[in-house]
Every structure is written in structure tokens, then in C-alpha cells.
T-cell receptor, first 111, second 113 residues
Framework: AQTVTQSQPEMSVQEAETVTLSCTYD???????LFWYKQPPSRQMILVIR??????QNATENRFSVNFQKAAKSFSLKISDSQLGDAAMYFC????????FGTGTRLQVFP | DTAVSQTPKYLVTQMGNDKSIKCEQN?????MYWYKQDSKKFLKIMFS???????INETVPNRFSPKSPDKAHLNLHINSLELGDSAVYFC????????????FGSGTQLSVL
């Protein structure tokens, strides 16, 4: 069965610092996508970053980057220079014909 | 223009009632989905339609019936609402069947009293 595990229910970070959110997944497929979605209190699901499994290079979007370890089935999200607006639930997700989500990590950002 | 719009945003109703949630996407996507987010924030897929054809039907009670009149619309009708149906329901779409990127609506918070 395809599963996505986020082992950190909550994380906190000081403004301007760096934080890493963990995600592991289980699959027997070789071709897939991995995602990090952000859900602020507004409830909107916002795509933060996407990684294609066949690409060895880690994806980067401004202050957000991933550490994709395909053999280890690990996909962590690093947020650099954290801002108050980064406070949200973060969901890791894996796809084939549907997006399967992890249980989420609540990130708090302190001034 | 909102890419994926769903209505209503909030729905409060009594147990036993029947209600519908509507969803429309203007992205020209082939595939649409319904996801349910429970009180613990867990997101789980319910249904998926590709070009109006049902392709994913997870273990959802048959009180839930999706309907796709065309590939831009996917509505969700719920019969005989129960307390446990209270959740946030998200509509989403992707360009094609194999998900490369999912676009979400803003969600409908359903409260069953």
C-alpha cells in the first residue's frame, strides 16, 4: 500500500531561522511526483514545491527547498529565513493516479 | 478568476437532511476530485472523475453521490447526513489523470448538528 508518513505533528522555528520538516513514503513505483502543500488558517491548500522522482536534482522555490532521497524514500522540506507567514499546516503528498497525503505537520513561527 | 471554485463555503444542517456541494474549474483540466479533511486535518480522497467518467471511488458510504455533468463540473450530493459527515470537503482538479499538480478549491466546511 502506498503511504506517506510525517513523523512530526508539530514544529516551531524562530523568525529568520531555518526549519526542516520530515516526510517518508512507501511505494514500489519508480515514476511519481512528490509534493509539499501548505494550509494556512484560511484553509486554502497552496502548493509549495514539487519534485519529480526521475530528477535527481532537488527542487527549490525561493526560500523552500527539498532533500529528496529516492532510495531512502525520504522527502524533507527545508524552509530558510522563516517568516511569520510561513506558519501553517504542511502536508507531504505522493501521487500516482491520486494524491495521497501525510498527516501533516503544524509549523509555528515565533518572532 | 478563481481556478477551482466550490460553493457553498460553509454549510450547517441538521442530521438526516440532504445537501449538495458544487464545484467548477475553469482550467480546462480533464480530472476532478473530492477530498475530505477530518477534524484531525487528515486529507483523504473520496472520488475522482476523468472526462466525466468515475475512475476512483474510495470506500465512501453510498449516501455520497458525485455527479459530473461535464468535465468542468463535479458536484457532491450527500443523503441522510450524519454527525460523522462533519468535515471540510475539498474539490480539486488536475490537468490529466496522472496527477502532476493538483489545484484545490477553497473548501466547504460542513457542520451536521
Amino acid at each position: 500500500a502506498q503511504t506517506v508518513t510525517q513523523s512530526q505533528p508539530e514544529m516551531s522555528v524562530q523568525e529568520a531561522e531555518t526549519v526542516t520538516l520530515s516526510c517518508t513514503y512507501d511505494t514500489s513505483e519508480s515514476d511519481y511526483y512528490l509534493f509539499w502543500y501548505k494550509q494556512p488558517p484560511s484553509r486554502q491548500m497552496i502548493l509549495v514545491i514539487r519534485q519529480e522522482a526521475y530528477k535527481q536534482q532537488n527542487a527549490t522555490e525561493n526560500r523552500f527547498s527539498v532533500n529528496f532521497q529516492k532510495a531512502a524514500k525520504s522527502f524533507s522540506l527545508k524552509i530558510s529565513d522563516s517568516q511569520l507567514g510561513d506558519a501553517a499546516m504542511y502536508f507531504c503528498a505522493y501521487n500516482t493516479d491520486k494524491l495521497i497525503f501525510g498527516t501533516g505537520t503544524r509549523l509555528q513561527v515565533f518572532p | 478568476d478563481t481556478a477551482v471554485s466550490q460553493t457553498p463555503k460553509y454549510l450547517v444542517t441538521q442530521m438526516g437532511n440532504d445537501k449538495s456541494i458544487k464545484c467548477e474549474q475553469n482550467l480546462g483540466h480533464d480530472t476532478m476530485y473530492w477530498y475530505k479533511q477530518d477534524s484531525k486535518k487528515f486529507l483523504k480522497i473520496m472520488f475522482s472523475y476523468n472526462n466525466k467518467e468515475l475512475i476512483i471511488n474510495e470506500t465512501v458510504p453510498n449516501r455520497f453521490s458525485p455527479k459530473s455533468p461535464d468535465k468542468a463540473h463535479l458536484n457532491l450530493h450527500i443523503n441522510s447526513l450524519e454527525l460523522g459527515d462533519s468535515a471540510v470537503y475539498f474539490c480539486a482538479s488536475s490537468l490529466r489523470y496522472r496527477v502532476e499538480k493538483l489545484f484545490f478549491g477553497s473548501g466547504t466546511q460542513l457542520s451536521v448538528l
